[in-house]
């Protein structure tokens, strides 16, 4: 069993905090992946792990071994960077036998381990070639490859795919998933800063923070599956930080509070939100908010005013200009055949509404629309 944890995990760069109090738990088999802004502390978090970077504080234990003071080679842990940290001088296949020739192993063993690395991978047809004659895709798939041999219990990946055109980022994606479904029980800990690779590749997301008033010391917002997050929010961090475009946040006062339904005046409109009314009362500020694809428009007795649209194509983003919120309203339809500037009639059901208190924690959401289970691109 290979369960990674984290306990009271800390981190300080001189006087200098980066990482407060870090408690988290990946299982045995499971891809995690980190997430959150530009420097939040996700690629120390990963270092530390390795054993790159020492931690201030906190325990880190791989496979029940506390490993604080373990040297990374024995960590019995993969690292693939995000330059690839490949040997210009060699081939494809004497960059992924480096590691294994270094440790001594048997040449035939070395040889299977390199042509079964090779062969999951696609790249046996390239093993003669040097890192300079691949593409970029290529590349990363030996940086991959390389790790792979060593069959270690965690493979580790700093932001991987970043360096790849977009359509290469979809390819290598793919592989990356199958990958960690043939290694069956193999934990996968995945930096990004791309919402879709963490929405589609992880079993876990860790979306990290900056705390407040504590400028560049970051700590963990949510943990959870990318569903929990999406649609169960903690915070009006996480709901504003999951989701392309963000969720659309309406501040308003609390008109009334029942068990199951509080409703919200924002701006010139009551609205309704099937929430649990715990600790909320009339008077009270709090925020509304609302995906893109739950704002149902062309019906409804609001009305906004086009100001802006993007076509993607299969769907549309319609800006709207409301009384709502200072901010305009982004809404995700399949019919953006409309003029800028007219008025559009929307609504929004209480299902669909999200609403946070002042502090900017989540009410319990009571009911979500049935969409629930699909995550929109």
Do not use: W
Not at 292 to 298: D, L, T
Request: proline fraction near 6%; hydrophobic fraction near 45%; glycine fraction near 8%.
């Amino acid at each position: 069993m290979c369960q990674i944890q984290l306990t009271q995990l800390q981190k300080r760069f001189g006087a200098t905090p980066v990482l407060a109090d870090v408690n988290l738990t990946v299982e045995e088999g499971e891809f995690c992946v980190f997430i959150g802004p530009s420097g939040c502390g996700k690629s120390t978090l990963l270092r530390i792990i390795a054993g790159l970077d020492d931690a201030s504080a906190g325990d880190i234990v791989i496979g029940g071994r506390r490993v604080n003071d373990v040297a990374p080679a024995r960590r019995d842990v993969a690292m693939v960077f995000q330059s690839y940290a490949l040997y210009p001088h060699m081939t494809v296949y004497e960059n992924m036998a480096f590691g294994l020739r270094h440790l001594k192993l048997p040449a035939a063993e070395i040889e299977q381990r390199v042509r079964r690395a090779a062969e999951s991978l696609h790249l046996t047809a390239l093993l003669d070639r040097k890192p300079g004659a691949l593409s970029g895709g290529q590349r990363q798939r030996v940086a991959i490859g390389r790790a792979i041999v060593r069959k270690p219990k965690v493979f580790l990946f700093d932001e991987p795919l970043s360096n790849l055109d977009a359509s290469l980022r979809v390819k290598t994606r793919v592989e990356i998933a199958r990958l960690h479904r043939e290694l069956n029980n193999t934990s996968m800990i995945y930096v990004t800063h791309d919402q879709v690779e963490a929405m589609t590749l992880a079993d876990k997301i860790v979306l990290l923070r900056p705390l407040e008033g504590k400028s560049g010391v970051a700590s963990v917002a949510q943990v959870g599956s990318p569903l929990e997050l999406y649609h169960h929010p903690a915070n009006q961090f996480v709901a504003g930080f999951i989701g392309s475009p963000a969720m659309n946040f309406l501040p308003g006062v609390v008109a009334s509070a029942e068990t199951a339904r509080v409703t919200v005046r924002a701006g010139d409109a009551l609205l309704s939100a099937a929430v649990d009314a715990a600790g909320l009362a009339a008077g009270g500020a709090v925020t509304l908010g609302v995906r893109p694809e739950h704002v149902v428009a062309g019906q409804g007795e609001l009305v906004g005013r086009v100001v802006h649209i993007e076509h993607l194509g299969e769907h549309s983003f319609l800006y709207l200009d409301t009384a709502l919120s200072p901010q305009p309203l982004v809404v995700k339809t399949a019919h953006g055949d409309v003029p800028l500037g007219s008025r559009m009639p929307f609504s929004l059901p209480a299902e669909s509404l999200h609403l946070f208190h002042a502090d900017g924690a989540a009410a319990r959401r009571l009911r979500v629309p049935a969409d629930a289970a699909c995550v929109p691109a």
